[in-house]
């Protein structure tokens, strides 16, 4: 027993050894991976550290302390005002240190190395108005935008860059605001120019834009300030857009003129083919067919690079007017007004070879002539473009009803008006302009005698409604040019009156109206600049209609009070405005360029037509 309790006793004792070596084991592994845990959070910390601060230094950008601010101002503003970057001389030094001063010298137009949304936007407006290079507009626009394009994170050129957009924006705005920006104001042979584009009663100093400038940086408003100086209209920002399309063909040098023989359609092959091809391409009229991808890519490489691979009877598919060819160029034949044939006849061709460049500054004019209408057009207005000799109703931004329109002759050209039609005349009598009654009839009368009888003319000894009606046997020519006692020529309503069945009259210092005609065959013209000034419409009961409707006016009773010949003038509850506009391009709602002849002469930018515009109002 004894012997046995010992070695149990012993037993016990290395049990306990082993158990405790064991448990010792345990506690030793425990805390090795305890610390290699914690080893682990450390590196993984410290990376996480390192990588946010790359990604905070890699996200940051230099900043301009408000002092070396105030140096760099100052230095352009009083050490060289006429040597900034690119040796430009600042033009309104004065007030630039009038409106550095109350911002503290700090930058107007930078956001430290940055341009901020406001000088995006003030940099956009100046190149889209001095693209037209209709006259010397001041903003030295290039030198602006290559001094911006070589912005790095040196104070003094960002602080010169804010200085001459400063300098530039006094310029723009005082233009902008004493409507100084309105094309063809200068034309003499309708003074009516002049009661659109009213000047200011005070014309705007370069004083009055720089407090406009102060107040709007108060309010954190520069942004809008600048945006509100450009129109707003979908249709100036709709250009704005093929704008830069036109400059960029012209600025990728790969744009020249065809030389190609006349008469090309589909089927026929030659070496300008792809030249042609491309050109439609960048002007956005070509369409890719379903099986362009077939062709080889060297047959899709550098038009020129394929004109001069061609050799005579070459038919790959390169030099083919296709299908494709055919379809893009009877598209560009409509949206230029031309007729749509897909042949390329000279007409076409000479078009297609107005360099884009000129396409550009033609543009960039048609856009100043959004700045003769209101900002708000009104729910339901009319709007006429002479060029397009084209008329619609439009409510809610959308078409209701168009219709074709005859405008004033080059001798008699119809204004640019921004009135209210504010009564509609059924079976209109016609007043006869003196001007019209001397030019145009009495010339006939005086070879036919009976023309005014036939005509149904009236004479009446002067122009007050009390008037005595002559004999028309009794006429004494002469009284229509005396200026003691001028003759008043009226004609009676009826199917021979000029002005046809209706009149929609509007105030203006030229006579000018909307109207029907008698000679309903001018509108089958191509060309119908063939008025004495006011506008024929094609459609005139249609569009009385749509005015009158709302006064419980039908087409049934329309066309009675019209059948009696008894003359019956409506007044509109909702007077409507009336825009008489002239474009030469727009965009169309298909977002397409749509480019007319220039009927009137008025886009010839260096011709003698423009030498009036430079009249300040």
Not at 97 to 122: C, G, S, V
Not at 429 to 448: E, F
Not at 524 to 547: D, F, N, Q, T, W
């Amino acid at each position: 027993m004894g012997r046995s309790a010992a070695l149990y006793s012993r037993r016990c004792v290395a049990s306990r050894s082993a158990s405790n070596t064991l448990h010792d084991d345990d506690n030793k592994l425990k805390k090795k991976l305890k610390q290699n845990h914690l080893v682990i959070i450390l590196v993984a910390t410290c990376l996480g550290l390192f990588y946010l601060a790359l990604f905070v230094s890699g996200s940051s950008r230099p900043v301009i302390s408000p002092l070396v601010a105030k140096e760099s101002i100052e230095y352009w503003l009083y050490d060289a005002p006429s040597e900034v970057v690119g040796n430009i001389s600042l033009k309104y030094r004065d007030e630039l240190d009038a409106l550095y001063r109350k911002n503290d010298f700090q930058t107007i137009w930078m956001d430290h190395f940055q341009l901020t949304e406001a000088a995006q936007e003030l940099v956009k407006n100046l190149q889209h108005t001095a693209s037209d290079e209709w006259k010397a507009y001041g903003y030295r626009v290039s030198k602006l935008q290559t001094e911006i394009s070589r912005l790095s994170n040196q104070p003094k050129h960002a602080a010169a860059i804010d200085v001459l957009l400063s300098d530039a924006y006094i310029n723009y705005a005082q233009q902008v605001l004493n409507n100084e920006l309105l094309p063809n104001t200068g034309e003499l042979d309708h003074p009516s120019f002049r009661k659109v584009a009213a000047p200011p009663t005070t014309r705007i100093t370069s004083l009055d834009v720089i407090s406009l400038l102060s107040q709007s940086l108060d309010q954190g408003k520069l942004h809008s300030l600048v945006k509100e100086l450009a129109p707003q209209h979908p249709g100036y920002q709709r250009l704005a857009d093929q704008l830069t399309r036109y400059q960029n063909i012209a600025d990728s040098g790969l744009w020249y003129p065809l030389n190609v023989k006349l008469g090309l359609t589909l089927g026929d092959t030659h070496a300008q083919l792809p030249r042609l091809r491309w050109m439609l391409k960048a002007y956005g009229d070509f369409k890719e067919s379903s099986l362009t991808w077939l062709l080889p890519e060297k047959e899709q490489e550098n038009p020129l690079l394929l004109e001069q691979a061609f050799r005579h009877g070459n038919n790959k598919p390169a030099y083919l007017f296709d299908q494709d060819i055919f379809a893009a160029l009877k598209h560009y034949q409509k949206r230029n007004g031309l007729n749509a044939n897909g042949i390329l006849n000279s007409e076409t061709l000479n078009q297609l070879n107005e360099a884009p460049y000129f396409i550009a500054q033609r543009i960039a004019l048609n856009m100043k002539r959004w700045r003769y209408l209101p900002k708000d057009m009104g729910q339901r207005y009319i709007l006429v473009n002479l060029a397009n000799f084209h008329l619609d109703l439009i409510k809610q931004g959308k078409p209701q009803l168009s219709m074709k329109v005859v405008i004033g002759r080059n001798q008699r050209r119809t204004p640019v008006l921004a009135e209210t039609i504010s009564s509609v005349v059924l079976a209109p009598a016609w007043n006869v302009p003196h001007r019209i009654a001397v030019r145009d009839i009495l010339p006939v009368a005086q070879r036919n005698p009976l023309y005014l009888e036939s005509n149904h003319y009236r004479i009446f000894e002067g122009w007050n409604e009390k008037a005595p009606e002559v004999e028309l046997s009794d006429i004494n020519w002469e009284g229509f040019n005396s200026r003691v006692n001028t003759y008043r020529m009226l004609q009676a309503p009826g199917k021979n009156n000029a002005l046809g069945d209706v009149k929609f009259v509007f105030p203006n210092d030229k006579s000018i109206y909307l109207h029907d005609t008698n000679h309903k065959e001018l509108f089958g013209e191509k060309m119908r600049a063939l008025s004495s000034g006011c506008i024929r419409v094609e459609k005139p009961r249609e569009l009385a209609h749509a005015l009158l409707k709302e006064q419980n006016w039908d087409e049934a009773l329309i066309k009675n009070v019209i059948e009696k010949s008894i003359t019956r003038p409506v007044k509109l509850i909702k007077p409507i405005p009336v825009y008489l506009m002239y474009w030469t391009t727009w965009v169309d709602e298909d977002g397409y360029l749509q480019v007319r002849n220039d009927v009137y002469k008025r886009d010839k930018i260096h011709d003698e037509s423009h030498k009036l515009d430079s009249i300040i109002l």
